[in-house]
C-alpha cells in the first residue's frame, strides 16, 4: 500500500500548483492582503486541527481500511474493476449527503460554517474546516470503509482524487472547457455559487468531485454568486474560528422574499412586454418559484395546503353565514 508520506508529498505539489495557477491567471482579482490574511488562517487552522487529532490518537482511515478489507460487501463483486469504481462512487455520494446535511441542519451548519466564512475565495479554503466536521466526515466514512470493506489501497486513490479535487474547485481560478467538464465534474465556477452569501445560492452544487449528484438530486445552479462568505462581520482569526464551531448560528440566513418576488414577478412581465391581464398570475408564479428555490420543494407544498386549508375554511363559513341567514329567514317567516 501507498505511505501515506508519499500521499502528502503529491498533494502539497498540487496546492503549490494551484497558488501558482491563481497568481498568474486569477478569477477574480483581490488584494494581497487579502489573500495573505486569507491563507494565513486557513494554514493555522489546518496546522491545528493535525496537531489536535494527532493527539488525540485518532487511527488512519487507511489502518481501518486494512483491517476491515476481507469482510465488506465488495468481496462479493467477482469482477476486480467494479470494485474502485464502486468505492469511489459510494464514497463521493457519502460526502454529497454529508456535505447538504451541514447546510440542512444546525447541529452541523454550526460546524461547516467556518469553511463558508472565507470572504476571499482560494486554494487554502480547502483546508479551512473545523476539526469536529472532520471528526464527523471521517466517522461515516470509517462505517462506510467498515460496511464496504474498501480496501487501503483503493481508499488512498479515493482520498489523493478527492482531496485534489477540492483543492481545484476552491481555486481562484478559470480554464477553458470549465463549463464543459462541469456537466461531470464541479469546477471552480461550479464551487463558487455554493460559497455565495446568498442561502437560495449557497445550497446548491454540493458535490465533492462528481456533478451528477446535484443535477440528479436536483441541486445544481449555474450561476455567478452576488458574493463569497458569510453575511454580516465573520471572525479572521483561529481562536474565533474555533470557538465558532461551538456557537450556535441558524443556516437560515435572512433573505427579503418580498423583493426577490417582486424581481422575479418583473422579468416575467419582461419577457411577455408588459401587456396587461397577467400581473397577478406572474406575481403567484414568481412568489411560487422563489420558494421553491429558497426553501425547496417542502415549503411549497406545505403553502399550497395552507392555501387550500384557507380555501376550504372560507368555504365552509360562507356555507355557514348562508345555513344561517336561511335559519332566520324561515323563522321569522
Given at each position: ?13 498540487f ?24 491563507y ?10 493535525s496537531?489536535?487529532i ?81 471528526l ?13 470493506g474498501?480496501k487501503?489501497?483503493l481508499?488512498f ?21 470549465e ?7 464541479i469546477?471552480?465556477?461550479l ?16 458535490g ?15 450561476l ?20 465558532g ?21 418583473y ?53 355557514d ?13
Amino acid at each position: 500500500m501507498p505511505s501515506e508520506g508519499m500521499a502528502a508529498y503529491v498533494l502539497i505539489l498540487f496546492f503549490v500548483l494551484f497558488v501558482i495557477f491563481e497568481f498568474c491567471d486569477p478569477r477574480e482579482k483581490l488584494l494581497t492582503k487579502q489573500l495573505r490574511q486569507s491563507y494565513r488562517i486557513n494554514i493555522e487552522l489546518f496546522v491545528f486541527n493535525s496537531v489536535l487529532i494527532s493527539l488525540l490518537s485518532i487511527p488512519s482511515l487507511l489502518v481501518l481500511a486494512e483491517k476491515y478489507a476481507d469482510n465488506g460487501l465488495l468481496n462479493y463483486i467477482p469482477n476486480p474493476i467494479w470494485k474502485p469504481v464502486l468505492s469511489f462512487l459510494a464514497i463521493d455520494l457519502l460526502l454529497y449527503v454529508l456535505h447538504k446535511a451541514s447546510h440542512s441542519f444546525d447541529c452541523l451548519w454550526v460546524f461547516h460554517k467556518v469553511h463558508h466564512n472565507d470572504p476571499y475565495l482560494n486554494v487554502s479554503t480547502a483546508f479551512r474546516i473545523h476539526f469536529l466536521e472532520i471528526l464527523i466526515i471521517n466517522a461515516m466514512k470509517a462505517m462506510l470503509i467498515i460496511a464496504l470493506g474498501i480496501k487501503g489501497s483503493l481508499l488512498f486513490v479515493n482520498e489523493m482524487i478527492i482531496t485534489s479535487f477540492t483543492m481545484m474547485h476552491h481555486s481562484n481560478i478559470s480554464f477553458r472547457g470549465e463549463k464543459f467538464l462541469g456537466r461531470v465534474i464541479i469546477t471552480p465556477y461550479l464551487h463558487r455559487v455554493h460559497h455565495s452569501t446568498q442561502r437560495h445560492e449557497h445550497d446548491r452544487n454540493y458535490g465533492a468531485v462528481l456533478s451528477i449528484w446535484d443535477r440528479l438530486f436536483g441541486t445544481l445552479a449555474e450561476l455567478k454568486p452576488a458574493a463569497i462568505g458569510l453575511n454580516g462581520s465573520s471572525p479572521q482569526d483561529l481562536l474565533s474560528l474555533v470557538k465558532g464551531g461551538f456557537t450556535s448560528s441558524p443556516s437560515v440566513h435572512p433573505v427579503n422574499l418580498e423583493v426577490m418576488i417582486a424581481e422575479a414577478a418583473y422579468y416575467k412581465a419582461e419577457k411577455r412586454g408588459f401587456r396587461p391581464g397577467n400581473e397577478l398570475r406572474d406575481w403567484l408564479e414568481a412568489k411560487s418559484e422563489i420558494i421553491r428555490l429558497v426553501y425547496g420543494e417542502e415549503q411549497v407544498r406545505n403553502n399550497l395546503k395552507q392555501k387550500w386549508r384557507d380555501l376550504s375554511g372560507s368555504i365552509s363559513n360562507a356555507l355557514d353565514v348562508k345555513n344561517q341567514n336561511r335559519l332566520l329567514f324561515w323563522g321569522t317567516d
